[in-house]
T-cell receptor, first 114, second 110 residues
Framework: GAVVSQHPSRVICKSGTSVKIECRSL??????MFWYRQFPKQSLMLMAT?????????EQGVEKDKFLINHASLTLSTLTVTSAHPEDSSFYIC??????????FGSGTRLTVV | GQNIDQPTEMTATEGAIVQINCTYQTSGFNGLFWYQQHAGEAPTFLSY????GLEEKGRFSSFLSRSKGYSYLLLKELQMKDSASYLCARTDNYGQNFVFGPGTRLSVLP
């Protein structure tokens, strides 16, 4: 089946720094990548949708200048959390449509901003 | 918005049957997914319904009524390991929106 490799799985960073999260489709081409954020005991909230070669579409309330998304190739999409604050601490996860089981998820990134 | 709704929490006993409901906005609807998610992990695919009716897959079954904007996930012979969050998610006609419901936290008690 399809696999999306997400790195890092866990990251701790200082306030004010930036963190990059990568999602790579290993055996299929991901023309679209969905990025989600999940706070404890809450559901996955769609942050943005990236399409290869075009600008990402952000959901209402998500700051595009703070959460930079790049989808430069058919196998790689990245999310950069800029000027991170403690309230950005969350579980970030990506998902891409695939032919195998509809949507394939990355393993998630636990971000802690201290 | 997508207006997807699920009960927040449910509790059931080991060996019992539980039904988790999901209602959604029908405009632009294409398909309905169910996922299981344990804390701190990625969601695991359970089922995908496009057509009306019941689809059975072992202990788990999923039902869809397109006209009513309603789906449910049925879990039989509950086991302790079934304690998790269950998320329904809908896609639109173009596959460009993949939005989750609030999730239902299921606790299976001995």
């Amino acid at each position: 089946g399809a696999v999306v490799s997400q790195h890092p799985s866990r990251v701790i960073c200082k306030s004010g720094t930036s963190v990059k999260i990568e999602c790579r489709s290993l055996d299929f081409q991901a023309t679209t990548m969905f990025w989600y954020r999940q706070f404890p005991k809450q559901s996955l909230m769609l942050m943005a949708t990236s399409n290869e070669g075009s600008k990402a579409t952000y959901e209402q309330g998500v700051e595009k200048d703070k959460f930079l998304i790049n989808h430069a190739s058919l196998t790689l999409s990245t999310l950069t959390v800029t000027s991170a604050h403690p309230e950005d601490s969350s579980f970030y996860i990506c998902s891409a449509p695939s032919r195998f089981d509809g949507y394939t998820f990355g393993s998630g990134t636990r971000l802690t901003v201290v | 918005g997508q207006n997807i709704d699920q009960p927040t929490e449910m509790t059931a006993t080991e060996g019992a049957i539980v039904q988790i409901n999901c209602t959604y906005q029908t405009s632009g609807f294409n398909g309905l997914f169910w996922y299981q998610q344990h804390a701190g992990e990625a969601p695991t695919f359970l089922s995908y319904n496009v057509l009306d009716g019941l689809e059975e897959k072992g202990r788990f079954s999923s039902f869809l009524s397109r006209s009513k904007g309603y789906s449910y996930l049925l879990l039989k012979e509950l086991q302790m390991k079934d304690s998790a969050s269950y998320l329904c998610a809908r896609t639109d006609n173009y596959g460009q929106n993949f939005v989750f419901g609030p999730g239902t936290r299921l606790s299976v008690l001995p």
